[in-house]
């Protein structure tokens, strides 16, 4: 393999792909990079065996072939690098890459490209269309509900349903569920519902942002496979197996108090009340009180420690039907109005211990559902 | 509050009765009054000393000590099992004469307690003559012996209070603590313990005024976090006020077996009963754990404790148990045998998280309470689990 590119592209190309470089593997091979030559241009690839990763980038071909290489050191000594040019090639005999850029030079050791899991790409443009921006808000929107921790493991996912002209993903950790859906240009091909990795999904969103050509989704159920195409980079995860939670049933049907508040105005009264929380189990309380006819509500929104102290934001609000107290933890709230771009939000209670739903006021395609804290007296 | 400057300094008493188990047995038998008496289990079942009087303490018997031991040094003392209602309707009584001197009162355990007596020289004195009543009123009125330790602070009080023992009185002026406590050996301060007072013994550091002049440096290697706070302490310095409930941070049960254990199944039956008091005490304060610990004694006295943090808060025995049973099973290996058992739960607080999904928990939420109130009612043995009631036979 003779290949020649220049540093920046180098540089990005490797930011992307290494996304998905295993960072605790058995396996030596997948904490390298894979490089090889593609139809005049260098393809860069990494898989942690869930998430995998392939990206073009512009190069000269003198000689095919390929190598992979230690991630983590080759992107270090790229990143290092001038803006210049640089030249690769591989000594065959001892699988060592050899780097050079203006006064720069490294030798790589590496381990052979055929012991290198396959990443497939599809070929064929099939699947559904969306444009970059959508997409990326839907996952921000939704993938932060799901679970971390591992004792669910459809929890950790994200539903995605396909059906009619239409996209919808959900996430739920047990204490709330994120839902949002999109309208697509044409029907689907056909109905299909996955769950597919929060991180792949996040993932998306991360090496997308330069994106502006629409992202392909493509489904293959059949090999319980999710793909990405995008123009320079493909991203391919397996599917989480199982069913995900029959989430419209945990969506209320009714309220019986709905208060609209100034989105970024509650926002920071949550973010001001956690620092009073956070050394008291996270718990915000919401004292909603309706105003006269329709007018003068109010949102007070505490937190109170007994060793360090106590806050209180009091916020206009348009509040119909009953007073209500209510509490949740501030790390739920916070994150769900940082993810609304409405500037105002509704928040529908019923009682103290059922669950509260949030919605962007003038936005149907999201909703989400927060069980609240219970606090004895 | 502004003790440490002086500005206003309050007036702390610290009262703690002499040998207390033991002094109320004299009293009720008054024929054994002056003799070596142990109030504790049973030495066969690996009782321990709960209380000594000062007779028997001159053989060198002390609380804590196991009753075999203790009887090897005190052949001839007189040994009693324990009058419960006696000592708690005693100390009932003690502390009601310490609440006719102020209502910043905090009972710190059946047999002591401190008071803050901060601007009650206009009514009954100062400090130091409101002490020699209160250990008058006690000694004459219920016959009880008592110590006394007045300072600015609680710390220092109890210090005193301690080196006053028996029938003493301790009076140490504001802005004397340092001095008072520089020369006292670092084991009479609060928060150091066998462990740390062996570290500081190797660093030459003896006493409480070595120990405050130790750099900030060597204090933190050695305390971490509670470094500033020990370096504080050592100087004499506690705010921490008088008759403020503090509010616990964790509860636990332990039982030591007459006989070593060697039956997993033994074991467990123990931890679901020790499950079932903490989560009943959790319920009944309205609190839920986040920490469940478990805690081991083998025959050759190596204690071990292990923990798990849940995801979620609890007060359900359901759950408390299952954590504690995960722990002893990972724990247990085959011919293992057991001498003592604890169970503890810890990271207390009064909220809890409800669940989206979790339609289970609430109905076993529901049970609990339902249980708890019937106990209320009839008392603790009113409703049991069945496969509690085996181990009542025994």
Redesign the interface.
């Known amino acids: 393999m003779k290949v020649s590119c220049l540093q920046e592209n180098l540089a990005k190309g490797l930011a992307i792909a290494s996304r998905a470089v295993a960072t605790r593997s058995t396996l030596p091979v997948l904490s390298n990079i894979l490089m090889a030559t593609d139809e005049g241009r260098l393809k860069l690839s990494a898989t942690n065996l869930e998430i995998g990763i392939n990206c073009w980038i512009g190069a000269k071909v003198e000689e095919d072939g390929a190598i992979t290489v230690p991630a983590r050191l080759l992107t270090d000594f790229v990143n290092s690098l001038p803006p210049e040019r640089i030249d690769m090639q591989l000594v065959t005999r001892t699988q060592t890459l050899s780097l050079k850029c203006a006064n720069y030079e490294a030798n790589i050791k590496g381990i052979d490209a055929q012991e290198f899991p396959l990443i497939v790409a599809l070929s064929e443009d099939t699947g559904i269309s969306l444009e970059p921006p959508i997409l990326r808000e839907m996952i921000n929107q939704v993938s932060f509900a799901a679970a971390l921790d591992e004792s669910r493991p459809v929890l950790t996912g994200v539903l995605a349903e396909l059906s009619g002209t239409r996209l919808t993903m959900a996430a739920a950790d047990g204490f709330r569920l994120s839902v949002r859906y999109t309208e697509l240009a044409d029907p689907v091909p056909e109905p299909a519902s996955v769950i597919i990795p929060a991180r792949a999904l996040q993932e998306v969103a991360r090496i997308s942002a330069d994106e502006e050509n629409p992202i392909r989704m493509i489904i293959a159920p059949h090999r319980s496979q999710v793909f990405f195409r995008m123009t320079n980079i493909d991203l391919v995860s397996q599917l989480v197996e199982g069913n995900f939670p029959d989430y419209k049933q945990i969506v209320p049907k009714s309220y019986i108090t709905r208060t609209i508040v100034d989105t970024a105005e509650f926002l920071k009264a949550v973010k001001i009340a956690s620092f009073f929380a956070r050394d008291a189990a996270n718990i915000i309380r919401l004292r909603i009180a309706p105003g006269e006819a329709g007018l003068g509500g109010q949102m007070t929104v505490m937190a109170t420690s007994v060793e360090l102290g106590d806050n209180l934001t009091e916020l206009d609000a348009a509040v119909e039907g009953e007073p209500i107290e209510i509490a949740f933890n501030a790390k739920y709230l916070n994150e769900v109005l940082s993810v609304i771009t409405k500037p105002q939000v509704a928040l529908e209670t019923s009682a103290p211990s059922s669950p509260g739903v949030i919605r962007p006021v003038g936005d149907e395609t999201f909703v989400h559902v927060v069980m609240p804290m219970h606090i004895a007296r | 509050m502004n003790s440490r400057t002086g500005i206003h300094p309050r007036s702390v008493i610290h009262v703690d009765l002499d040998a207390f188990f033991a002094s109320v047995e004299e009293l009720l038998d008054p024929s054994i009054a002056g003799l070596p008496i142990i109030v504790g289990g049973d030495p066969a079942e690996r009782g321990v000393v709960a209380s000594a009087s000062y007779a028997a303490r001159a053989y060198g018997v002390h609380s804590a000590m196991p009753m075999a031991q203790a009887l090897r040094l005190c052949p001839h003392a007189v040994v009693r099992h324990g009058h419960r209602e006696a000592y708690a309707s005693y100390s009932q009584r003690v502390m009601a004469i310490l609440a006719e001197y102020t209502p910043l009162l905090e009972q710190v355990s059946i047999d002591e307690a401190f008071l803050d007596v901060t601007g009650c020289e206009q009514l009954f004195g100062p400090p130091a003559e409101i002490a020699r009543r209160i250990q008058q009123r006690i000694l004459s009125e219920l016959g009880l012996p008592s110590s006394l330790g007045v300072a600015s602070n609680k710390l220092v009080a109890k210090v005193a209070s301690t080196l006053a023992k028996p029938r003493g009185l301790l009076v140490v002026p504001s802005g004397e603590e340092a001095a008072f406590l520089a020369p006292l050996p670092i084991e009479r301060l609060w928060g150091v313990g066998k462990v740390t007072a062996e570290r500081l013994h190797s660093l030459g550091v003896q006493t409480i005024g070595q120990l405050a002049a130790l750099p900030e440096q060597q204090m933190k290697a050695i305390f971490g976090s509670a470094a500033a706070e020990m370096h504080r302490r050592a100087l004499g310095i506690d705010d921490s006020p008088v008759g403020v409930e503090m509010?616990r941070k964790s509860i636990s049960q332990e039982h030591t077996f007459p006989r070593d254990v060697a039956d997993i199944r033994t074991l467990q039956r123990y931890l679901l009963e020790m499950s079932e008091e903490l989560a009943g005490q959790l319920r009944k304060e309205?609190?839920?754990a986040r920490t469940v610990v478990l805690k081991m004694r083998y025959p050759d006295f190596k204690t071990i404790t292990r923990r798990v943090t849940l995801?979620q808060?609890t007060d359900l025995t359901e759950e408390i148990y299952a954590q504690a049973t995960a722990l002893l099973q990972r724990e247990w290996k085959k011919g293992m045998q057991v001498r003592l058992i604890g169970l503890g739960v810890t990271g207390l607080?009064?909220?809890?998280?409800?669940?989206?999904?979790?339609a289970s928990m609430p109905r076993l939420a529901k049970l609990s309470r339902a249980v708890d109130e019937i106990r209320s009612k009839y008392g603790e043995r009113a409703i049991r689990r069945a496969s509690l009631l085996k181990h009542d036979d025994e």
């Open positions: 509010r309205g609190e839920c995801a808060p607080g009064q909220a809890r998280q409800l669940a989206l999904f979790e």
